[in-house]
């Protein structure tokens, strides 16, 4: 178990949780029993293997003594761990604009070494300008205070910092042709937004695709959704679907087979990444012209 260089806190609150689960299952103790020993009940136990929420020292440490973890060093390891993931995250400073539900996929999405997403309305939030993505904001939150826009729209900007990484994920969209063609923010934002998506394809770890117009019906008609993937391989791939006021985080295994075949029949049946690209300009073109 050995986190990637700069893993948030969500990504070692998953690791560690994976770590006290397998040591609890070699042990063939319960999560009640588990519970009882940091005096807490069994739904804990389970959220603090999932990663869901912090943990307090002590509790690792009772849990270790249970679990018959004596050795010093690796005692140290997992509680040395543990003060790492109660380290708050660099988007921590936003928490007052940023609801519970998405400081967790922020963090999923820092730690991921593959991000797969779909997008039938927007611009992934990753690939935006900031002209859009104010735009963006300002759809939902139009009658907030000017500040509160501008600490939104940094926030989006911080995001996208991690695509620049030494150690970016690679990043591979696909993006329903209406998004593309949906004036958001006027024509002006939306040619210099693909003028940025034609830029980015260009990118080693950036693959964009577009489903066209003229396919009709295809494999995710039921909505948007994101696809993490970590380099951890004892982590699970992680399906994102982001609601109106929360979002679901889905990582059973035929939940996420479901989806990942979707994915992939989408891939197969949007425009090549060299098509995609050349699909940009021919839209932008469209915004040049005068409305009729």
């Not at 050795?71 to 921590?92: F, I, K, M, T, V």
């Not at 593959?114 to 900031?130: A, D, M």
């Not at 060299?274 to 009729?292: C, M, T, V």
Request: proline fraction near 6%.
């Amino acid at each position: 178990m050995t986190p990637e260089p700069g893993a948030g806190p969500t990504v070692l609150r998953i690791l560690l949780g994976s770590q006290l689960r397998r040591l609890r299952e070699d042990r063939n103790v319960t999560r009640e029993d588990a519970g009882y020993a940091i005096r807490a009940s069994e739904s804990k136990i389970s959220r603090i293997e999932l990663g869901r929420v912090g943990f307090k020292e002590r509790d690792v440490s009772d849990l270790l003594t249970l679990y018959g973890v004596t050795d010093p060093a690796e005692r140290d390891a997992l509680l040395s761990l543990a003060r790492e993931a109660n380290q708050p995250g660099w988007w921590h400073k936003f928490g007052d604009i940023l609801p519970q539900w998405f400081q967790a996929y922020v963090g999923l999405e820092a730690a991921a070494s593959l991000i797969r997403t779909y997008e039938v309305q927007f611009i992934p939030g990753l690939l935006q300008t900031e002209d859009y993505a104010r735009a963006v904001v300002l759809l939902g939150n139009g009658s907030a205070p000017k500040e509160e826009i501008d600490r939104r729209v940094q926030l989006r900007m911080e995001r996208q910092q991690l695509l620049d990484r030494p150690n970016a994920p690679r990043f591979w969209a696909i993006i329903d042709e209406a998004v593309l063609r949906r004036p958001i923010g006027g024509r002006d934002v939306m040619r210099a937004q693909l003028e940025l998506l034609a830029e980015l394809s260009e990118r080693p770890n950036v693959t964009l695709q577009i489903i066209p117009f003229g396919f009709g019906g295809h494999a995710a008609a039921g909505g948007a959704f994101s696809l993490l993937r970590f380099p951890d391989q004892t982590l699970p791939d992680i399906v994102y679907i982001e609601q109106l006021t929360s979002a679901l985080y889905l990582e059973k295994r035929e939940d996420v087979d479901t989806y990942l075949e979707s994915m992939e029949r989408l891939a197969v049946e949007a425009d090549s990444p060299d098509r995609s690209r050349e699909r940009f300009a021919e839209i932008r073109k469209d915004f040049d012209l005068p409305l009729r």
